[in-house]
C-alpha cells in the first residue's frame, strides 16, 4: 500500500511540473493512435499539402498510393528500398531497426525488413549458376542413390525367436 502512495504522489509531482507527461502518458497507453490511422485519398492539392505535411513531407516528394480499393488512403508511396541497403554508419534514434523518430513507415514494412529477402546488392553469380548449381546438386544426388540402390543397408541381426519354434537354448558341452 505503502508502494502505491509513493507512486502517486510521483506522479503528482510529475504533472504538476508539466501536465502535457500525464495527457502524453494516457495518451500513448492505449493500442491504437488515431493519428496513425491513414485518412481517406487526397483529392485536392489542399488535402495533398495537408497529407504531406501529416507524414513530414516536401509536398513535392509526397505521392500518394493509387487508390485502388487497398484502404492505404492518403499513406506516401515510399521508394521500394530494403533496410540492409540504409547506411548502417548513419546515428540513428532506432538503430536497430535503422529509422529515424517519426520517419513514415513503408506500407510495406515487413517484406522489407532487414531479416526478409532485400534486393540491395547485386548477386554474386548470375541467376542460370545458381540454378545449374542447384539442378546439378539434385541429379548428383539421384544417381548415388540409384547407383547404390542395390547394395542395402541393413543392421546385422539375427531372426526373431519365437517359444513356439522350439527351444533354442541347450544345456550341453560342445
Not at 546515428?91 to 536497430?96: H, K, M, Q, R, S
Not at 546488392?121 to 539421384?142: D, H, I, N, Q, V
Request: proline share 10%.
Amino acid at each position: 500500500m505503502a508502494a502505491l502512495i509513493k507512486g502517486l504522489k510521483l506522479v503528482n509531482q510529475f504533472s504538476s511540473k508539466n501536465p502535457a507527461l500525464l495527457v502524453l502518458a494516457a495518451r500513448n497507453a492505449h493500442g491504437w493512435n488515431k493519428d496513425f490511422k491513414p485518412s481517406k485519398f487526397p483529392e485536392t492539392d489542399k488535402e495533398r499539402e495537408a497529407a504531406a505535411r501529416k507524414y513530414g513531407l516536401h509536398p513535392s516528394e509526397y505521392q500518394p498510393y493509387p487508390d485502388d480499393g487497398t484502404g492505404i488512403g492518403d499513406y506516401p508511396k515510399l521508394p521500394d528500398v530494403p533496410v540492409e541497403a540504409r547506411d548502417p554508419y548513419y546515428p540513428y534514434d532506432f538503430p536497430e531497426l535503422k529509422r529515424n523518430l517519426h520517419d513514415p513507415m513503408h506500407a510495406d514494412t515487413p517484406l522489407w525488413a532487414e531479416d526478409r529477402y532485400g534486393t540491395a546488392e547485386p548477386t554474386r553469380f548470375s541467376m542460370k549458376f545458381y540454378w545449374m548449381s542447384f539442378l546439378g546438386l539434385l541429379a548428383g544426388c539421384f544417381a548415388v542413390y540409384y547407383w547404390l540402390e542395390d547394395y542395402k543397408m541393413f543392421r546385422p541381426v539375427m531372426a526373431k525367436q519365437y517359444p513356439r519354434d522350439g527351444p533354442h537354448y541347450t544345456f550341453e558341452r560342445k
